[in-house]
């Protein structure tokens, strides 16, 4: 198994297959490394506040604070509230994906057709993991997508391409407050997102050695 990027004591170590979903409470000072297993496979990800889940992850807070349309190593991850969620402490590839969305039953069939109406998508991914901790479709917001790549171009039109990230690849995430975190291992397979060939994903979540 690939190790976290960031040194600690490991709280949780999990694979999660494709077209599964994952989530779990990661505490102040924690953090969670994920890993793109099999190379160019979307995790897509929602991020509330452990204790008050109406304060969660915002694109646009996290994107006017830092001024720029991509996450990247220093990136804060801003909740609707403003206040700090969790930081990006260490990246394996150029910028990850904050503003392509997330695919869904609906969407998938207005965009591929009717024979990919039955295919669900993070969305449902979203749900169902949710519903774990009471969340429903109110709680569903704009989401990351790590290792996804939608360039911005000079126009101003996005495109979901071909992913820069590869087999083994990290992101590392930083909790600054108990925050939950909730992640789809996208089953889309209609668009390169996911190379038309979803894989696994791990992940890890280390408690932070303390400085001597």
């Not at 392509?100 to 039953?105: Q, R, T």
């Not at 039955?118 to 429903?136: D, I, M």
Request: with cysteine; hydrophobic share 35%.
């Amino acid at each position: 198994m690939t190790e976290s990027l960031v040194a600690g004591d490991v709280v949780r170590d999990e694979r999660v297959v494709p077209n599964a979903s994952w989530s779990g409470v990661v505490a102040a000072g924690e953090v969670l490394t994920i890993v793109d297993v099999g190379g160019n496979q979307s995790a897509d990800c929602l991020i509330y506040n452990a204790h008050d889940p109406d304060e969660r992850y915002s694109v646009p807070d996290t994107l006017a604070w830092q001024g720029n349309a991509y996450v990247r190593t220093g990136t804060v991850l801003r909740s609707n509230e403003g206040r700090a969620l969790m930081t990006v402490v260490a990246n394996e590839i150029d910028r990850q994906d904050t503003i392509g969305g997330a695919c869904g039953k609906e969407s998938n069939t207005l965009r591929y057709g009717h024979h990919v109406m039955f295919h669900h998508g993070c969305r449902e991914n979203f749900l169902s993991e949710g519903a774990k901790h009471g969340l429903g479709v109110r709680d569903l917001v704009s989401n990351l997508n790590w290792f996804m790549n939608v360039p911005v171009e000079p126009d101003g039109a996005l495109g979901i391409v071909d992913g820069m990230s590869g087999p083994g690849k990290r992101v590392a995430v930083r909790a600054e407050m108990d925050v939950l975190v909730v992640v789809s291992n996208c089953p889309q397979m209609n668009n390169p997102c996911n190379d038309f060939n979803p894989t696994p994903l791990q992940m890890i979540v280390v408690r932070r050695e303390r400085e001597e």
